[in-house]
């Protein structure tokens, strides 16, 4: 299914807040301090919002946050661990916040979770269905994390997805184009530009 043929896409945006998409944040997972391609990703990902607004697209708007003392959250993983020792991803703080013209506007709807699916421990999958979604369009820091996390899960229960590759990141180009290839089988890998060009047709 493409953009063109869809009844009711959603742009599902992942993360893009200070702590892992500013050069002061604390997570340097999704796009390293001295990313080449920091500038021309985050600008990318605001083109796309810009143009899913102008086409009555509606934005999913994911950000990550847990209580202040980590209560509740299972540290089980290295990457979890790494939240902890930093300090990050604290509710109520700077880093949470989103990156300045990456966030909502009005009417947008806003998703809170604790890992890396946006589907996990939320109502998203309820919030989508009401939507009356067919397909969804995924994009975010990290690409390797909450970005792949969310694809499969959204592919799991029986969504069609896109992914705007090149409004996605991660620390390393290496690791951004393994995630890529691993989404290949899941789902629809498209630039922004062909998903703009796909906007202006509906």
């Known amino acids: 299914m493409t953009l063109v043929n869809a009844k009711v896409p959603i742009l599902i945006a992942n993360h893009f807040q200070n702590e892992n998409c500013h050069p ?3 997570i340097k997972v999704g796009i390293s301090v ?3 391609w920091r500038d ?4 990318n990902a605001r083109k796309l919002f810009n143009a899913a607004r102008r086409s009555g697209i509606q934005i999913v708007h994911v950000r ?5 003392d980590y209560r509740g959250v299972d540290v089980n993983t290295p990457l979890i661990e790494e939240w902890v020792e930093l300090g990050a991803w604290r509710e109520g703080t700077w880093g949470v916040a989103f990156l300045e013209g990456l966030g909502p506007v009005d009417y947008e709807l806003v998703i809170t979770h604790t890992r890396n699916s946006a589907f996990h421990g939320t109502d998203l999958q309820d919030r989508l269905a009401e939507m009356g979604a067919d397909l969804l ?6 690409t390797a994390y909450t970005v792949e996390g969310t694809v499969r899960h959204a592919t799991d229960i029986g969504y069609e997805v896109t992914v705007a590759a ?20 899941l789902a629809r890998i498209c630039t922004t530009d062909e998903l703009i060009a796909e906007f202006a047709k509906r």
Not at 64 to 68: C, K, W
């Open 24 to 26: 002061d944040g604390k």
């Open 34 to 36: 001295e990313s080449a």
């Open 40 to 43: 021309l990703r985050l600008g």
């Open 64 to 68: 990550l946050a847990v209580d202040p």
């Open 137 to 142: 369009i995924c994009c975010g820091v990290s």
């Open 166 to 185: 090149d409004a996605c990141s991660t620390a390393t180009a290496a690791q951004h184009e393994a995630s890529l290839a691993a989404m290949e089988r």
